[in-house]
């Protein structure tokens, strides 16, 4: 499969992407999350392109190779989504189909929500609706002890503090304890580590947090989701609780939920070969149930 790398101006930033696939495909946005690069989303990339689409894999704002913007609000929902914007218009295409993990699918909620003219199919993997998780972190506390980190990022500078050093001392590794055997090999947990030492990235990767929690979007008052929408779910998630998956069906005008019941938090990585055959199935439109 042959990975190319580009720098694409977007949103008045340049973002780092893997490019893969047919120049007449459809386009495909693969959005990683938190703390990983666009090679979290590998399997999904090589995927799409042996099927014939267009995959971009960006670096998000602030990860990696990518621009890190100063300030905690360069980092607010409404900047991520549109770096995506600008990525279907730096491809000259009207929509594309956006996935996305962890951060990238809170990202991929957002341009559900706010820019469904520009998406064709999406699918998020293993977060919910936002107004789902914000009211369960405000009423539940099981979930709220669960997302303490989340918290204790919101501290000034200590947090990059403890990444760097932690970073330093195999961090990546106790991630990876956090999915399923094997499912981080020792090369890509040397790539995290090598991701995560870029200048200004521990800070800019802990702002995405900090700026959820300062503000909340001024998007459209009503937050359904019109467009179809795919969520799997790796039922093994230490972080977050099944039943926010099962919360956001009815703020989906066509909500598709798939649990896994043996995959974590981490389902790209645990389940790629599964994951990856219902995705391609979901964005050509073929049934997935």
């Not at 780092?16 to 946005?29: C, K, M, N, R």
């Not at 998000?60 to 609000?73: E, F």
């Amino acid at each position: 499969m042959a990975i190319e790398f580009r720098m694409i101006e977007t949103n008045g930033i340049r973002l780092h992407a893997a490019v893969a696939g047919p120049d007449d495909g459809e386009l495909v946005i693969l959005l990683h999350g938190f703390p990983e690069f666009w090679k979290g989303m590998l399997a999904p990339l090589e995927a799409f392109a042996a099927a014939g689409y267009r995959v971009v894999a960006p670096d998000q704002r602030g990860y990696n190779l990518s621009d890190k913007p100063a300030g905690i609000h360069s980092y607010a929902i409404e900047n991520l989504a549109n770096d995506v914007v600008g990525l279907i218009d730096a491809f000259g295409r009207e929509r594309a189909h956006v996935i996305g993990h962890d951060w990238g699918a809170a990202v991929t909620w957002w341009l559900a929500i706010a820019h469904p003219d520009r998406l064709a199919r999406v699918a998020v993997v293993n977060v919910p609706h936002p107004a789902v998780l914000l009211k369960q972190l405000r009423s539940n506390p099981k979930q709220l002890a669960k997302s303490w980190y989340m918290l204790s990022f919101q501290i000034p500078w200590l947090p990059e503090r403890v990444f760097g050093s932690l970073a330093g001392r195999g961090f990546a590794k106790a991630l990876a304890r956090t999915a399923n055997p094997g499912s981080f090999t020792p090369d890509y947990i040397a790539d995290l580590e090598r991701a995560w030492e870029q200048p200004g990235a521990a800070a800019a990767m802990l702002n995405w947090y900090r700026a959820a929690f300062r503000s909340q979007p001024s998007g459209p008052h009503e937050r359904r989701v019109t467009l179809p929408i795919l969520i799997l779910w790796g039922v093994n998630d230490i972080a977050l609780n099944p039943s926010l998956a099962t919360d956001s069906l009815p703020l989906c005008d066509e909500g598709h939920l798939m649990f896994f019941d043996d995959a974590t938090h981490w389902l790209l990585h645990d389940e790629p070969e599964q994951t990856c055959a219902v995705l391609l199935d979901w964005v050509a439109d073929r049934p997935v149930d």
